[in-house]
């Protein structure tokens, strides 16, 4: 079964320090893993997106790693704002099933002042 | 560029009405669009496939004559709960497909709360 586990479920950490989220997953044959980030009340907007041969994608204070050997894969961001408190999701789809997306649950992110 | 907008972004109603959610590619043409509900503190779960012109796709364990789609163009797509019931109350999300792409990447729309009292 396809499945996409993710940790820390939540997380607190102050303003200007660096965090990073962990994604493990199950789904195969893999095609390509995603990022997003979700704000409360908001649809997903996507932050990096990684296929087989990356092993990393930056989008400014975000960087995407990714280890296809172990289907691991980790979201850091660094010197956190305010602003990038949000549920960070996961999402894996597999070449043999189309359009079809493994979304893991998220991990919820706070950051205070 | 791709942009997907959906309406309305929450509404309010009565239990036995029916509700309709309307999600539009903006700037570029959807072969295929998906709908999701989302509870609270959840992940995203795919109700439906619809393909332009064609009947949607329901997944396992959704009633397609509860939740109606409609994809009559390639920028519109539509989702009507009838007969809504306080469990429906939800996040109704959308998201499309450009096929043009080359890839199965998905833009989704900021999503739709809808609440049955």
């Known amino acids: 079964k396809n499945q996409v586990e993710q940790s820390p479920q939540s997380l607190i950490i102050l303003e200007g320090k660096n965090c990073t989220l962990q994604c493990n997953y199950t789904v195969s044959p893999f095609s390509n893993l995603r990022w997003y980030k979700q704000d409360t009340g908001r649809g997903p907007v996507s932050l990096t997106i990684?296929?087989?041969?990356?092993n990393t994608k930056s989008n400014g204070r975000y960087t995407a790693t990714l280890d296809a050997d172990t289907k691991q894969s980790s979201l850091h961001i660094t010197a956190s704002q305010l602003s990038d408190s949000a549920s960070y999701i996961c999402?894996?789809?597999?070449?043999?099933?189309?359009?079809?997306?493994?979304f893991g649950k998220g991990t919820s992110l706070l950051v205070t002042p | 560029g791709a942009v997907v907008s959906q309406h309305p972004s929450w509404v309010i109603c009565k239990s036995g009405t029916s509700v309709k959610i309307e999600c539009r590619s903006l700037d570029f043409q959807a072969t295929t669009m998906f709908w999701y509900r989302q509870f609270p503190k959840q992940s995203l779960m795919l109700m439906a496939t619809s393909n332009e012109g064609s009947k949607a796709t329901y997944e396992q364990g959704v009633e397609k004559d509860k939740f109606l789609i409609n994809h009559a163009s390639l920028t519109l797509s539509t989702l009507t709960v009838t007969s809504a019931h306080p469990e429906d109350s939800s996040f109704y999300i959308c998201s499309a497909h450009s096929g043009a792409s080359g890839s199965n990447e998905q833009f989704f729309g900021p999503g739709t709360r809808l609440t049955v009292l």
């Open positions: 999402v894996v789809s597999s070449s043999n099933s189309g359009y079809a997306l493994n």
């Open positions: 990684m296929t087989f041969s990356e």
